[in-house]
């Protein structure tokens, strides 16, 4: 199993452009996460989705937007980048949230940074 | 407000010197409790979790202990080797919560000196 993939690792983008975090699992979890972590802090949660078609928003969802087309993929969407979005973001998934089911697998993380 | 949180911010150790971090909440009602181990450019991995009845659990070199009284938990890492540089992030659930309310501690980073 490869767990959490993320892509790209690292991005260097222009204010005003757009774009979007892929995020694939390939362990069947029906619970998917991005989050993002600024430095020196603790990761904050952006969107999460308890399932194919269903999605909520976390603490920081707004400049962000997200999908759940298919179990496996969970792409964060960008738009209008702003330099209070350089961050290292990641996607995480878990098969539950219960004590047995909740623990959270991350990717590698993708370094943002908007100029 | 449920918080979470971690001391000491940062720590510096000698190779083969004992660590103890700490982690207060005050999340309610508790559900549990993870330890992550976070290192440099990567993603958090689970560590060990406490549950309510629980008081002690050990992965290893890593004790995670937990008081549910005083809503404290421990990570003590015993005999400490230089891959035990990173981050380590505390994170409690609380019971009847939807699927995104983990509260995160900001992390404590561990460096470990040869």
């Known amino acids: 199993n490869a767990g959490v993939t993320q892509t790209p690792k690292f991005r260097i983008l222009k204010i005003g452009q757009s774009m979007t975090l892929q995020c694939t699992q390939d362990?069947?979890?029906?619970?998917m996460y991005w989050y993002r972590q600024d430095p020196g802090m603790g990761l904050k949660l952006i969107y999460y989705s308890v399932g194919a078609g269903i999605t909520d928003k976390g603490e920081v969802p707004n400049g962000y937007n997200v999908s759940r087309s298919t179990t496996e993929d969970f792409p964060l969407r960008l738009e209008l980048a702003a330099p209070s979005q350089t961050s290292v973001y990641f996607c995480?998934?878990?098969?539950?949230?219960?004590?047995?089911?909740?623990?959270?697998?991350f990717g590698e993380g993708s370094r943002l940074t908007v100029l | 407000k449920n918080q979470v949180e971690q001391s000491p911010q940062s720590l510096i150790i000698l190779e083969g010197k004992n660590c103890t971090l700490q982690?207060?909440?005050?999340?309610?009602?508790?559900?549990?409790l993870r330890w992550y181990k976070q290192d440099t450019g990567r993603g958090p991995v689970s560590l060990t979790i406490?549950?309510?009845?629980?008081n002690t659990k050990s992965n290893g070199r890593y004790t995670a202990t937990l008081d549910a009284d005083t809503k404290q938990s421990s990570l003590h890492i015993t005999a400490s080797q230089l891959s035990d540089s990173a981050s380590y992030i505390c994170?409690?659930?609380?019971?009847?919560?939807?699927?995104?309310?983990?509260?995160f501690g900001d992390g404590t980073t561990l460096t470990v000196k040869p």
């Open positions: 982690c207060n909440y005050t999340v309610s009602p508790f559900s549990n």
């Open positions: 362990m069947n979890h029906n619970y």
């Open positions: 995480a998934s878990s098969y539950g949230v219960s004590p047995n089911t909740g623990e959270l697998f």
């Open positions: 406490m549950t309510f009845s629980e």
């Open positions: 994170v409690v659930r609380a019971l009847r919560t939807n699927a995104g309310k983990s509260t």
